[in-house]
């Protein structure tokens, strides 16, 4: 005998990482009407965390994805040994923030690398933010008034080359050399002069030139310079963008001196970032209505 839902639910022995999605009737001509559960397995969200990413980008990028998805995915840290081992298995999404690109060069190249690809390829989706989004195109150029990386990647999810950074001197490991800047939401650069904007926060990001035929823009910076591209890999999708969407400014802070004048400038249309946001997300996992919002 089927148990009812109710008593079903409370089974202590249940396994959290389940859900029931669906109940329905289903009618056998031998055995008459029954009650059936389909059961699924709740996906993951992986967010890099290991050398290279900063603990501050890993903190905004978990907080906008527990904003968003709710509970409908598992978020979770990763790092050098998981990405090499099966932790992909079960992921939806594997996200790399903002950092050192270097460092996940240097950490994954090879093996790691090869994992990650076939992830997409198979798949997967993708979302490098700032420094994830130098890593996941062919070719990086960097340049500060101290060095210029100019370095293939592996990953080459885009077929060309992120360069950066583009406004006020990088400083590393500081706010010092952030800013907010207005990002143009477009289906392509000819849109650019009526399209909506929004302000982001930026630090060091990129932009990108190349090849298009298996990539879109998605927005530009003010002066039509591309800030956030999909690409079409295999049967999966990624995202890369110069700018960090993601930054939420009531987690920025105010003790760092350099914050509170990006943090006024991202609240005035902070409504439009958190759209965007959204949208971008849902572009690259599916966004179950009922969790939207869920944690905000």
């Known amino acids: 005998m089927l148990k009812k839902r109710s008593e079903?639910?409370?089974?202590?022995?249940?396994?959290?990482?389940?859900?029931?999605?669906?109940?329905?009737?289903?009618?056998?001509?031998?055995?008459?009407?029954?009650?059936?559960?389909?059961?699924?397995t709740k996906k993951n969200i992986l967010i890099y965390a290991d050398k290279g990413a900063l603990a501050y980008c890993v903190m905004q990028t978990k907080a906008m994805f527990h904003?968003?998805?709710?509970?409908?995915?598992?978020?979770?840290?990763?790092?050098?040994?998981?990405?090499?081992?099966?932790?992909?298995?079960?992921?939806?999404?594997?996200?790399?923030?903002?950092?050192?690109?270097?460092?996940?060069?240097?950490?994954?190249?090879?093996?790691?690398?090869?994992?990650?690809?076939?992830f997409v390829e198979g798949g997967g989706s993708f979302l490098g933010i700032c420094a994830g989004a130098y890593y996941g195109c062919r070719e990086i150029d960097f340049e500060t008034d101290d060095e210029k990386i100019k370095e293939k990647r592996e990953l080459g999810?885009?077929?060309?080359?992120?360069?950066?950074?583009?406004?006020k001197p990088y400083v590393e490991n500081s706010h010092e050399g952030a800013s907010a800047e207005d990002i143009?939401?477009?289906?392509?650069?000819?849109?650019?002069?009526n399209a909506e904007f929004c302000t982001l926060?930026?630090?060091?990001?990129?932009?990108?030139?190349?090849?298009?035929?298996?990539?879109?823009i998605l927005a530009v910076y003010d002066g039509d310079n591309p800030a956030v591209i999909q690409c079409n890999v295999g049967r999966g999708k990624v995202i890369l963008s110069g700018v960090h969407f993601e930054f939420d400014p009531s987690l920025m802070g105010t003790e760092d001196p350099f914050l509170p004048p990006i943090?006024?400038?991202?609240?005035?249309?902070?409504?439009?970032?958190?759209?965007?946001?959204?949208?971008?997300i849902g572009r690259l996992i599916t966004l179950e209505a009922s969790c939207l919002g869920r944690r905000e």
Not at 201 to 216: D, L, M, P, R, V
Request: net charge neutral; hydrophobic share 40%; with cysteine.
């Open 8 to 40: 079903f639910l409370q089974n202590k022995n249940l396994n959290k990482n389940f859900n029931v999605t669906d109940t329905i009737f289903v009618y056998n001509a031998a055995c008459g009407p029954s009650l059936r559960f389909f059961m699924r």
């Open 67 to 118: 904003s968003l998805v709710g509970d409908a995915y598992d978020i979770a840290l990763v790092y050098k040994n998981d990405i090499c081992g099966e932790v992909l298995t079960n992921a939806a999404l594997l996200v790399f923030p903002g950092g050192e690109d270097q460092f996940y060069d240097r950490a994954l190249k090879g093996a790691g690398n090869e994992k990650i690809r076939h």
């Open 157 to 167: 999810f885009f077929d060309g080359m992120a360069f950066g950074p583009l406004f």
């Open 184 to 193: 143009y939401l477009c289906k392509s650069l000819e849109e650019f002069p």
């Open 201 to 216: 926060y930026y630090n060091g990001g990129c932009s990108f030139e190349g090849k298009w035929e298996n990539a879109e």
């Open 263 to 280: 943090m006024k400038q991202i609240q005035k249309t902070n409504d439009k970032r958190r759209k965007f946001a959204k949208d971008m």
